[in-house]
């Protein structure tokens, strides 16, 4: 690639708290949604006894580990890393009338060392974990009361961090309820189509009063929405297969159209006519989401297809989706499509339909690593894949699309959200631990940590485009 990414661009990695953490009971923590999926989102809920395991309890152990790792990221040339705090070390609770100051000082203590490192913080409020109680007792978003619990979480954050961190994110995949209610919103699993559009409202007057919070307490922050962009196209040219594209692309874009517009789109009147979904809209919610996002940001791993009439087509397994498999791309391990034209196109699609700045805080690919005979890891099958990725958003940049950033997801190994997998590996930094427990949590640099370095530091211009 002759182009050269700005200067401005962040280059980083994503994490979220409760695959890298661990210590999940240590400094007054409270239990959380996530700490009860012991198998992941998809596996059962579990209310363990005590000494029961659970691989994300210890996980990677970043909450003793962050001086370490984050040495490890300024080492890779990184100028963000996109976190996310776990909201049940500041309210063990939700609802507890003060903060944990030790969960706060925590924080402190992770965004100094990146300071130290001129790293940029971008994070995340809620990545798919709430305070248990919050689900237990109220049900979790299907509760009114939750946007003031939130509200009043983001802006102990706001106040305490302002002058440490400048960009904000509210929800992880705030989409994600759709597919899995309750790691998206702490919703029963079988709850009804009523409740989880309802959780799914508050959830959405919670992200645009923390924006409003965010706008009023630091000025000079920036503050943006998360979606899984969840791109489809029509398996066929048929037009009823493009007809329906349209409508299943919408179920995603619901979430930035309103966030980034103010309002709910007009083509969600009809859908809720036909689920039989009747909103409780107050005149205070429709005030508070008026107060719209400053840039979108969006995790892309894979692409999907969509048709009315998908006959024998495979069905694609893949990020909390179910869709149909394109039969021009090829699959991760794990059944995900690889697509990397998709992300250049999902940019511009994002980017024409919102004129907002665009941050990728989520991409990569989650492969078993061996160690081979001299205990290297030579991954060049996530140098390919990051390597394609990135030359589009080079694309795409070029196209005039205003990207402010990629964030590589698990820069370091950490648990799988989906299947708490160890062995689901994304990072540039191996991680001496396997789907047991068993290691003894060594990092160890893989192929792919000295080559993104020299992506970051060429910026960009070590990327290879397609072969011809
Ligand atoms: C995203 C989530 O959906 O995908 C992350 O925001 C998650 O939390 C990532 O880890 C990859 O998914 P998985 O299931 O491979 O961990």
Not at 95 to 101: A, C, G, L, Q, R
Not at 361 to 371: F, H, M, P
Not at 461 to 466: F, S, T, Y
Request: with cysteine; net charge negative; glycine share 8%.
């Amino acid at each position: 690639m002759s182009f050269s990414f700005p200067e401005s661009f962040l280059w980083g990695g994503a994490t979220a708290a409760n695959q890298i953490e661990g210590s999940h009971k240590k400094d007054g923590k409270g239990l959380s949604t996530s700490d009860v999926q012991p198998f992941g989102a998809f596996g059962e809920l579990v209310y363990r006894e005590e000494g029961d395991f659970n691989i994300k309890d210890v996980a990677i152990d970043f909450y003793n580990r962050y001086e370490e790792d984050i040495a490890l990221f300024a080492e890779m040339g990184f100028t963000c890393l996109r976190v996310s705090i776990a909201w049940s070390r500041i309210f063990p609770n939700g609802n507890d009338s003060e903060p944990n100051e030790m969960g706060l000082a925590y924080y402190d203590r992770v965004f100094d060392e990146m300071a130290k490192h001129n790293i940029t913080p971008v994070v995340t409020i809620s990545h798919y974990e709430m305070p248990l109680n919050l689900a237990d007792k109220y049900q979790g978003w299907a509760s009114r009361e939750v946007i003031g619990f939130f509200e009043n979480y983001a802006k102990v954050l706001f106040k305490r961090y302002k002058d440490k961190v400048k960009l904000w994110l509210t929800f992880n995949e705030i989409n994600v309820t759709l597919h899995e209610p309750f790691t998206g919103s702490g919703l029963p699993r079988d709850c009804s189509e009523q409740t989880r559009f309802q959780a799914i409202h508050h959830q959405l007057v919670g992200s645009a009063k923390a924006v409003k919070a965010c706008h009023d307490i630091i000025p000079d922050a920036k503050i943006g929405n998360m979606i899984l962009g969840a791109i489809q196209y029509p398996l066929t040219c048929k037009p009823e297969d493009v007809m329906h594209t349209l409508t299943q692309n919408r179920e995603w874009l619901m979430f930035g159209d309103i966030q980034a517009r103010g309002y709910y789109p007009s083509y969600m009147t009809r859908k809720f006519k036909e689920l039989g979904v009747e909103l409780n809209i107050t005149e205070d919610d429709t005030e508070s989401l008026k107060e719209t996002i400053d840039f979108i940001s969006f995790s892309y791993y894979m692409s999907g297809c969509a048709s009315t009439d998908p006959g024998e087509a495979e069905k694609a397994s893949g990020n909390m989706l179910n869709i149909i498999a394109n039969p021009y791309l090829e699959a991760s391990e794990w059944g995900w499509q690889i697509d990397p034209v998709g992300l250049r196109y999902l940019l511009n699609f994002l980017y024409d339909r919102y004129q907002l700045p665009l941050f990728i805080v989520e991409n990569g690919l989650g492969a078993k690593d061996q160690l081979d005979e001299n205990g290297e890891v030579i991954d060049d099958y996530r140098i390919q894949y990051l390597n394609d990725h990135l030359y589009q958003v080079g694309e795409a940049v070029q196209d005039g699309v205003p990207v402010m950033g990629y964030t590589s997801w698990g820069p370091i190994d950490l648990v799988s959200a989906s299947t708490a997998q160890m062995s689901k590996r994304y990072g540039f930094i191996y991680v001496d631990r396997d789907d047991k427990g068993n290691g003894s949590l060594e990092r160890k640099r893989k192929k792919s940590f000295h080559w993104y370095k020299s992506v970051i530091s060429s910026r960009g211009q070590a990327l290879q485009g397609p072969k011809q």
